[in-house]
């Protein structure tokens, strides 16, 4: 996540699992060659059942947010119904049309048709996949997602994955860094960010 109007910082990273879906991005903000922020949150809680994470232009990013969760509740309240993944993909995709923004996004949940991710451009471009990393970091978390990513795997199973694609990241590309967050999203347990600790020790064990 870049403070210029750049997508040149940031890795983040979507799986879909069987169970559900996993995010996980690094917390750096850079501007320009600077290390402006170290804490960078970079996902974000759009509904119970539904996350999304950022790579971009700060401001840019998080106004987008804002515009996704307030019309995601809104939905809500209209309809009396969360509203389903695809859906909101396509709510985003619209907002991005209208007017574009410097931002790579991973919007993502699950729903009664099953867990899905979206990956979707600043113009508003969006592609269904089963595993997609955005970001200056993604072609080494690709590395990792490439070789260790399977359709089969649990959300347990993929969070390990994942920490392992933004480590890779965070190892070699000078955007990416200053620690890590993870979150899930399952039908039992909803939108759920792991503790840091439970996230330091997992980063610890996968040594």
Same mark, same amino acid.
Request: net charge negative; hydrophobic share 40%; proline share 3%.
């Given at each position: 996540?870049?403070?210029?109007?750049?997508?040149?910082? /940031?890795?983040?990273?979507?799986?879909?699992?069987?169970?559900? !879906?996993?995010?996980?991005?690094?917390?750096?903000? /850079?501007?320009?060659?600077?290390?402006?922020?170290?804490?960078?949150e970079k996902i974000f809680?759009?509904?119970?059942?539904?996350?999304?994470?950022?790579?971009?232009?700060?401001?840019?990013?998080?106004?987008? @947010?804002?515009?996704?969760?307030?019309?995601?509740?809104?939905?809500?309240?209209?309809?009396?119904?969360?509203?389903?993944?695809?859906?909101?993909?396509?709510?985003?995709?619209?907002?991005?049309?209208?007017?574009? &923004?410097?931002?790579?996004? &991973?919007?993502?949940?699950?729903?009664?048709?099953?867990?899905?991710?979206?990956?979707?451009?600043?113009?508003?471009?969006?592609?269904?996949?089963?595993? !997609?990393?955005?970001?200056?970091?993604?072609?080494?978390?690709?590395?990792?997602?490439?070789?260790?990513?399977? *359709?089969?795997?649990?959300?347990? *199973?993929g969070v390990d994955v994942?920490?392992?694609?933004?480590?890779?990241?965070? *190892?070699?590309?000078?955007?990416?860094?200053?620690? @890590?967050?993870?979150? /899930?999203?399952?039908?039992?347990?909803?939108?759920? @960010? &792991?503790?840091?600790?439970?996230?330091?020790?997992?980063?610890?064990?996968?040594?």
């Open positions: 996540m870049n403070d210029k109007n750049q997508l040149i910082g /940031t890795t983040t990273v979507g799986l879909t699992c069987k169970d559900g !879906v996993v995010f996980a991005t690094e917390r750096r903000a /850079t501007m320009g060659n600077l290390v402006a922020h170290k804490v960078a809680r759009i509904d119970d059942h539904i996350g999304a994470t950022i790579a971009g232009s700060v401001s840019h990013a998080q106004v987008l @947010m804002k515009y996704i969760s307030a019309e995601v509740a809104l939905y809500r309240l209209r309809n009396g119904a969360r509203i389903s993944v695809d859906s909101a993909a396509t709510l985003t995709s619209n907002i991005l049309h209208s007017n574009p &923004l410097y931002v790579q996004t &991973l919007l993502g949940g699950v729903d009664a048709k099953g867990p899905a991710i979206y990956s979707l451009d600043p113009a508003g471009g969006v592609v269904k996949d089963m595993v !997609v990393s955005t970001g200056s970091g993604s072609p080494f978390a690709y590395g990792v997602l490439e070789d260790r990513y399977s *359709e089969d795997l649990y959300v347990e *199973e994942a920490i392992k694609a933004i480590k890779s990241a965070i *190892e070699r590309d000078t955007y990416s860094g200053n620690g @890590m967050l993870v979150a /899930t999203i399952t039908e039992e347990e909803g939108f759920k @960010m &792991l503790p840091p600790e439970e996230v330091e020790k997992k980063i610890k064990e996968l040594n």
